[in-house]
């Protein structure tokens, strides 16, 4: 194929994406401040468009969740967080950016936990939501008390910078929905490591669970053992011993996401990282004293 | 006495005066230049003088040591230390007598002293093989340094005449402000001379052929606050370009075609140079050729012999120095090194032979009439300087005539280097004595006022004209002769014929023009020019004694060596010539002698008895009067046919060069600024705008590469 | 129940369902979202919030992979990731804080001073100039006995 | 239990990097008592936290000579090759960093920004030893956050915050594209160990896999071009240079380049199935990127550099054009053609950045210690004369300038030589290109680095002389150029 015909093709076959990411982009662009001090347009039909432009996209992959409870949490939250996403970067109050960007935080937490990972989400909203956003404000109040300052009434290069954006999302959209990449999963655990496991976790006898799916659910035992014994097939065709962060590995009793799991991983595997982290953290803090303007002697 | 001298220089010993020959020079070079200006001062002259006493006396006992020392019949009294290193294969070896000289001596490794495998008792030879110096391909050059007779003679004649005219240089450059300069540079000098003489390889040679164009240019322009000084040096400097490349393209084909630099390779092997000369017939021709061009331009031969008068800017010791005893016999040295390359190209030799005619002919004619003392003499080196061509290009005449030939060209520089130092140096002591005035016109009637001067003059003159017993009449004899012989012998003889009229002719305008200025300046009555005050001085001790060692050299020089012959048999010895007998040449002698006498008696009767007559005779041949004064225009028609074209051609190249080049040049440079100039907006300080960049290149990086994927 | 795709696949190369690729692209689209508002939007504290939400998009990348892979070091790894961003807002509001003290303004085109000696300055709006008509006037109390002025359509308070 | 083993077995293996963030969060945690409420300090703290950083270097130093090598380990830590020699280069150039930092810094800060200094050597070198997308993660961070510091800390004025507030904000935003690739990265390879990277990518052929990975790389490489200063990632370098003290500016000349290279060559061989990066041979499409974006680099850099007049911009500007020549080695890095070594490449620029660093770190230091507190040397103009001034900052910036323009005998004419062979022998038609252009770059720069020299010899001297401040940083980068 020559490239014109790939490219017709590749319009052809994404069409309903790409006709919802143009629709989202006017959206985008409808509601972004001007170059100058304009007055705002009116956010109904910028926020029309996003939300169409949302929904194509979204709708596009033509796919749904097993559960339906599921497929309905995903579309609000996705809606909700792209939305509110698109209504941070244009809203013209600084105020109202930091409480959508609060909203797309609350509904990624929500996609997290579709995701497995309750944890995370209730990390996620405590941090950004209980003191990042909260934090951002009471800067916001001191820094604009006066009310509207011209700098959030304009924006700078906004179609172009959105093409490109779009550009970007486009290409991973339009790659993955039309050859959805295969991903390489980890070969299963095979006797000796799970052996090593097994020692080390001693009541994770049971191996690993699939986690694949929406499962947050245990498998039987017997289909358990039946995916063992492929696996063991599997692992005889003269692999190289898979190299495996082991305590990062779901099991039964662990799954993904798990607040034990977690534990595991973290202070097994990434038990350096976590310290590293800490010192980062550390840094961090006394960095943020440094920069702090110092105070005269005996003033609070 | 050959024997018992060398017999008490063991290789050591020998090694050491060999490397001290051209080192006490070089550190006398860098002490002076380094300490001269601020430490030295008025004592500048210290370090000179006794690196070039050392220089000399090392010289004067390897001159002496040479004939036994090297010979392998000889081998017997040279102390057995030494006696494994001269071996047969000719490659160094590193004996036990070395261990102990290389310890001494640790700046030059692996050296050894070898007598060549090929010396024998005709051609002894000490031969330093040096550290390699340049690798090029299957060249390779080291500081190889190779003593045999032509060497030995010349380092000699160098080192002593040097000698003399720094111990005069010291007194009539007492109080110039660049005392500590000029002895560095006469050091340089000189080291520079001694290593293209103990040169044994093409590639050393021509890089201290280049160190002497460089002394000599930084000792004519000493007073480079004078133009004409500063131009007078750059003349030096480009007229010798002309020779050296001549030189260096004879290099390279001696390279390409023999494989190799060393003179013992080339000029030692003659069978491989008759090979190449079958195989090849214009090879050697052409090498020769481009080798004289060498040597043209260094020994000021026509038409490049127009720098040398124009030297004469420099102090008077300088032309002494350079340009009449040492310098410009590196052309004639060349020339004589090479003649087994000359051998096979006897077309070359008559053009050598007729090119030291025509020069020394114009060179005479053009001395006859300049009122310049000093230019007289200069005109009269350059008269000189052909007939020492003549006599080396006489080879051509047929093989036998060739060893003769060069003996007396050699015998000729050698003999002249003395008187004509001579004639320099009391030239420079009247100049000193009549401040700086030069012209004979301004001053005559000097030999009350000065007698020492007078008489060292006298003695220079009659050698130089040819006077019988003095130096330059046995010398002159061997050339005329061995004309004689090469008119009467050989293909060329009508040529030769002519030859032999033009040297006749010139011994006697020599003869008439050294006598002319002689009577010019110290006879007739007393007059000093103003510059002078109002009583000459006559020289102070420290530049009469140098007259007057000079003045006996050049008397007595002749008489020592001249009729025993043993500069030729000594001379004979040089790798590439053949032995032969020399004798006596009586009807020679007295034709010359006559010839002499007869100019003396012109120029008496012309300027002693009746002054008027030259007038008169000028004014009858106005013409060539005027042509000869002029020097026949020669510097006019060089700046006619070739400097103005050149000028013209230089001036289309600046207007091709600001029109085309410069505008191409000017807005290729442009681009970066206008380039930059476009970029810088991208700068503009607003962090957004530059993450904006960002975020496009990573756009444009992702596409590109799914692309190209 | 479904069988999990994974175990189907001989090589260890599954293809990622569709309803999962979904919420990368969400993913990617919240990246993308940020991105946009980080390049375009001239508030100070924006900017930051623009770059936490780009890391949103990483995290819910992340967080899906970790899914799919079945492993928990995709959360790890978030957590690291929200250590990092925690860090990184703390030292954002300490320095915005210094930077506000000396330009009595967030806006980041104040920060210019440092660029090519020869480039014009970017212009920067009169903050005055537009209090009025960005959130329209602030309601005040007519003088008595005059009609209240009707407020352009345009210049309505936003909500 | 083999999988706690690891972990304790990995602790032995970063005991240089332990020894440096512990004495971190010793002067961290310890510093502000020392300090009173106002910022006052005794004179001369300093000096006791400079020797506290030398001898904690020094102690790594020791460390790292006895840190044994361990190839193919599958924990959290690899000490390879590269690591090793990385670790080296990195301690000893945070030495010669401290020394210039000594007299640079208050007393009252001077804990800090020592601190910093050692997080940021830990940073690189746990970069180097990670054998995981986390661990080069959080070494990258633990470059940049102290990083921030550092920049901020320098001065107290407008331009040094105007400084930090540029590089945080391009920073966070080249992260975050660092980050979003590598999620890609470990969502399509399964884990985030490199090693298992490493293995799932020769086993499946990752180099061949899914677009999506080439997306993935393409963002990385673009967040990392960042630290690399290529263009167009490179914007802050002029500014951060031009506002930032000299001894802030020597730092981030030179770490963001070492640890951008490390970076690259940590997640790509892995990404490519190649256990060691000399193997590494990335796709035509990656090729062409790195060639690309090596000849823009070079070029804008030195074109801009020309028309500067403030020195630290024309700095800045040479060393994009310096991290430009870094990738023309790392384009040519996976040979690919028959009988090159694919290591070549690499070699070069593993050798040309320490050769950089101590060129770039010289010349600062002879910048800093030739100016004073009262009037640095910004402008081109304040260098005139200032041979007669400072002679010896003078001559070591000349011996620097020297190296940076590539001329012979110096360490930096080897380096580019060695770059323009490793390209040239490559033989193919794009590596010549390079090795082309390359050359064509040096003699571009080498005239602005000889003005420089020229400026500081042969012009009148505008410069009031003043007490010499911090002799012992030039020395000490001269001592180690001419060794």
């Known amino acids: 194929m020559s490239g014109s015909e790939q490219l017709t093709a590749l319009l052809q076959n994404n069409s309903v994406a790409i006709v919802s990411m143009a629709l989202w982009i006017f959206g985008i662009l409808w509601m972004m401040p001007g170059r100058k001090v304009t007055p705002s347009r009116g956010v109904i039909p910028g926020l029309v468009l996003t939300l169409t432009g949302v929904a194509g996209l979204l709708l596009s992959f033509n796919a749904v969740y097993a559960d339906v409870s599921e497929e309905v949490m995903f579309w609000a939250f996705s809606i909700i967080a792209l939305v509110c ?59 604009q008390q006066s009310g509207a300052a011209g700098y959030d009434q304009t924006a700078g290069r906004a179609a172009p910078t959105v093409l490109a954006s779009f550009v970007l999302l486009g290409t991973v959209s339009v790659l993955v929905s039309m050859a959805p990449p295969e991903i390489s999963t980890v070969p299963p655990v095979d006797d000796s490591l799970r052996l090593a496991g097994a020692a080390t976790a001693g009541e994770d006898a049971a191996g690993t669970a699939p986690g694949g799916g929406a499962s947050m659910r245990i498998a039987p035992v017997d289909e358990l053992l039946a995916q063992e014994a492929a696996a063991a097939a599997a692992a005889e065709a003269n692999k190289p011993e898979p190299v495996v962060n082991l305590l990062s590995r779901a099991t039964v009793s662990h799954p993904v996401g798990s607040m034990k799991g977690l534990g595991r991983s973290l202070f097994g595997d990434y038990l350096f990282a976590v310290e590293l982290a800490g010192t980062i953290l550390l840094i961090a803090c006394i960095g943020a004293i440094a920069i702090a303007p110092r105070r005269e002697e005996g003033a609070l | 006495m050959s024997e018992t001298i060398s017999s008490m220089l063991p290789p050591d010993l020998l090694l050491l005066l060999l490397i001290l020959i051209p080192g006490a020079p070089l550190v006398s070079a860098i002490v002076t230049a380094v300490f001269g200006p601020k430490l030295l001062r008025c004592r500048s002259h210290l370090p000179c003088w006794s690196a070039l006493a050392v220089s000399f006396i090392c010289s004067l006992l390897v001159l002496l040591a040479l004939p036994t020392a090297a010979d392998p019949n000889a081998l017997d009294v040279i102390p057995p230390a030494a006696s494994s290193a001269p071996d047969e294969s000719g490659e160094p070896v590193a004996g036990d007598g070395q261990a102990a000289d290389q310890q001494e001596l640790p700046a030059i490794a692996a050296v050894d002293i070898q007598s060549s495998s090929r010396s024998t008792a005709a051609s002894p030879e000490l031969i330093v093989v040096g550290p ?165 331009g260094k020994s000021a031969q026509f038409p490049l012999q127009v720098w040398l008068p124009d030297a004469m800017e420099g102090p008077t010791p300088v032309s002494a120095l350079i340009h009449a005893a040492t310098m410009v016999t590196a052309g004639i040295y060349l020339v004589a090194r090479c003649t087994p390359l000359f051998m096979f190209a006897p077309d070359v030799q ?13 060179a005479a004619l053009i001395a006859l009439t300049q009122t310049d003392l000093k230019r007289v003499l200069a005109y009269s080196t350059v008269s000189q300087l052909g007939f020492m061509f003549m006599a080396l290009g006489c080879g051509a005449a047929g093989a036998e005539v060739t060893t003769p030939a060069v003996t007396a060209g050699m015998f000729h520089l050698f003999t002249h280097a003395y008187f004509k130092a001579l004639l320099f140096l009391a030239a420079g002591s009247v100049m000193h004595a009549m401040g700086d005035v030069i012209d004979m016109r301004y001053f005559s009637g000097l030999r009350k006022a000065l007698p020492i001067t007078h008489w060292t003059f006298l003695v220079g003159a009659a050698a130089l004209a040819g006077v019988p017993l003095l130096a330059g009449f046995w010398s002159k004899d061997e050339i005329l002769a061995v004309l004689g012989t090469a008119s009467s012998t050989g293909n060329y003889q009508s040529i030769f014929r002519i030859i032999r009229i033009v040297a006749t002719v010139t011994a006697l305008l020599t003869a008439f023009y050294t006598f002319r200025a002689y009577f010019m ?131 289309i190249c600046v207007f091709f060069d600001r029109a085309v080049i410069d505008c191409l040049i000017d807005s290729l440079a442009t681009v970066p600024a206008s380039v930059s100039g476009l970029l810088k907006n991208f700068q503009g300080g607003v962090v957004t705008s530059y993450a904006g960049v960002m975020w496009f290149g990573a756009v444009a990086a992702v596409v590109v590469a799914l692309s190209l994927f | 129940m479904e069988v999990s795709p994974m175990l189907d696949a001989a090589d260890g190369l599954v293809r990622i369902p569709a309803e999962d690729l979904r919420t990368l692209v969400v993913g990617a689209a919240l990246f993308a979202i940020g991105a946009i508002g980080f390049l375009t939007r001239r508030n100070l504290i924006l900017l930051i919030l623009c770059g936490e939400l780009m890391l949103h998009g990483v995290s819910l990348s992340l967080v899906t992979f970790g899914k799919l892979q079945n492993n928990n070091e995709g959360q790890a790894f978030t957590i690291f ?49 537009v209090a009025a008509s960005s959130y329209g006037e602030i309601p005040k109390l007519t003088p008595a006995g005059a009609e209240p002025a009707e407020l352009p359509r345009r210049n309505k308070p936003r909500k | 239990m083999p999988a706690f083993d690891q972990l304790n077995q990995a602790a032995g293996l970063i005991i240089p990097e332990i020894i440096l963030i512990a004495t971190v969060c010793i002067m961290f945690l310890t510093a502000p008592f020392l300090v009173t409420e106002t910022g006052q300090a005794s004179p001369g703290l300093r000096h006791r936290w400079g020797i506290l950083t030398l001898l904690s270097i020094g102690c790594a130093v020791y460390a790292w000579i006895k840190s044994p090598l361990t190839d193919g380990a599958v924990g959290p830590f690899e000490i390879d090759a590269l690591a090793w020699y990385v670790r080296g280069v990195t301690l000893s150039t ?28 830990a940073g690189v070198n746990l970069v180097s030893v990670a054998n995981d997308l986390i661990g080069v993660f959080l070494g990258l961070e633990l470059v940049s956050i102290p990083t921030y510091l550092l920049l901020y800390l320098g001065r107290d004025d407008w331009q040094s915050r105007e400084v930090t507030i540029k590089y945080f904000l391009l920073s966070i935003f080249s992260s975050a594209l660092v980050l979003f690739g590598l999620a890609w990265v470990y969502g399509l390879a399964g884990s985030t160990n490199l090693a298992a990277i490493t293995q799932t990518a020769a086993l499946t052929g990752a180099a061949n896999g899914h677009q999506m990975l080439t997306v993935a790389l393409v963002l990385i490489l673009c967040g990392i071009s960042f630290r690399l200063t290529a263009v167009p990632f490179h914007f802050y370098a002029p500014d951060v240079f031009q506002g930032t003290t000299p001894s802030a500016a020597a730092m981030l000349s030179f770490i963001p380049k070492v640890v951008g290279v490390v970076a690259l060559l940590q997640i790509f061989p892995a990404c490519y199935g190649s256990l060691q990066p000399g193997d590494w041979i990335p ?201």
């Not at chain 2, 044994?200 to 007073?223: A, D, P, Q, R, T």
């Not at chain 4, 500007?317 to 070549?344: C, D, F, K, Q, R």
């Not at chain 4, 009031?464 to 180690?480: M, V, Y």
Request: glycine share 8%.
């Open chain 2, 350 to 362: 008559v053009l050598v032979s007729a090119t030291g005619a025509i020069t020394s002919l114009i």
């Open chain 4, 283 to 483: 796709t035509s499409a990656l090729r062409w990127l790195l060639a690309v974006m090596s000849i823009i680099t070079m070029t804008v850099g030195n074109m801009m550099a020309l028309r500067q007049k403030s020195v630290l911009r024309l700095l800045a500007w040479s060393s994009i054009s310096h991290g430009g020549y870094m990738l023309v080695g790392l384009a040519v890095s996976g040979g690919a053609a028959p009988g090159a070594s694919a290591s070549t490449g690499l070699a070069a620029v593993l050798f040309y950045l320490p050769v950089y660093g101590i060129m770039s770190i010289g010349i600062f230091a002879a910048l800093s210690s030739a100016g004073t507190k009262l009037r640095p040397l910004r402008a081109l103009e304040d260098l005139h004369g200032l041979s007669q001034i400072r002679p010896a900052q003078a001559l070591a910036m000349t011996v620097c300038l020297f190296g940076m323009g590539g001329l012979p005998p110096t360490g930096g004419f080897f380096g580019k030589l060695n770059l323009f062979f490793a390209a040239w022998k490559e033989n193919t038609e794009l590596s010549r290109t390079l090795a082309v252009i390359l050359a064509v770059n040096a003699v571009i720069a080498a005239t602005y680095y000889l003005r420089i020299i020229g400026l500081m010899y042969f012009e009148q001297s505008t410069v009031s002389t003043e007490k010499e401040s911090g002799q012992i940083a030039p020395i000490a980068a001269l001592n180690s150029e001419s060794a």
């Open chain 1, 85 to 143: 996403a698109t209504l941070m970067i244009t809203a013209r109050n600084p105020v109202y950016a930091a409480l959508f960007f609060a909203l797309a935080t609350l509904s990624t937490c929500g996609l997290f936990m579709l995701q497995n990972a309750p944890f995370l989400a209730a990390a996620t909203v405590i941090v950004y939501a209980g003191a990042v956003i909260v934090t951002f404000l009471f800067v916001i109040m001191l820094a």
């Open chain 4, 94 to 121: 945070g030495a010669l960093l401290a020394l210039l930092l000594w007299d640079q810094t208050e007393d009252s800060i001077a804990a800090e920004v020592f601190a910093c200094l050692l997080a940021v050597l």
């Open chain 2, 132 to 296: 390699t110096w340049l690798e090029l391909g299957q060249m390779s050059v080291g500081f190889d340094l190779r003593v045999d007779s032509i060497s030995a003679i010349m380092l000699a004649m160098v080192t002593g005449v040097s000698l003399l005219v720094a111990l005069f240089g010291s007194g009539y450059m007492h109080g110039d402000g660049g005392y500590p300069r000029f002895f560095a540079a006469v050091s340089g000098f000189v080291f520079s001379m001694c290593m293209l003489v103990m040169a044994n390889n093409f590639v050393l040679l021509f890089f201290f052929w280049e160190m002497v164009g460089l002394c000599s240019y930084l000792l004519i322009g000493f007073w480079f606050h004078k133009p004409s000084a500063a131009a007078a040096s750059r003349k030096a400097f480009v007229v010798n370009r002309i020779g050296d490349f001549g030189l260096i393209m004879a290099i390279f084909l001696i390279l390409t075609r023999f494989g190799s630099v060393s003179f013992s390779d080339v000029l030692g092997n003659p069978g491989m140079i008759a090979d190449l000369a079958a195989a090849d017939e214009t090879l050697l021709p052409l090498i020769c050729f481009c080798l004289f061009l060498g040597a043209m």
């Open chain 3, 81 to 129: 990731l929200l250590t990092i961003a925690a860090c990184e807002a703390g030292l954002a509001l300490a320095l915005v804080l210094a930077l506000y003290r000396s330009a009595r303004s967030l806006d980041v085109r104040l920060w210019t001073e440092l660029r090519e000696a020869d480039v014009a300055l970017a212009p920067i709006d009169a903050p005055a100039a």
């Open chain 2, 521 to 651: 300046t110290f006879w007739g009555e007393e007059r000093f020019p103003v510059e002078a005050g109002h009583h000459p001085h006559e020289a102070t001790p420290i530049m009469a004694w140098p007259l007057r060692i000079l003045a006996v050299c050049a008397a007595l020089i002749g008489l020592a060596v001249g009729p025993t012959h043993q500069f030729q048999t000594y001379l004979q010895r040089t790798v590439g010539l053949k032995p032969y007998e020399a004798h006596f040449h009586l009807d020679v002698m007295v034709m010359s002698a006559v010839i002499a006498i007869a100019g003396i008696t012109l120029a008496w009767s012309f300027y002693v008895v009746s002054p008027a007559v030259p007038a008169r005779i000028a004014g009858m041949l106005a013409p060539f009067y005027l042509l000869s004064q002029k020097k026949f225009f020669l510097d006019e028609i060089l700046y006619g046919i070739v400097v103005a074209p050149l000028k013209i051609f230089g001036r």
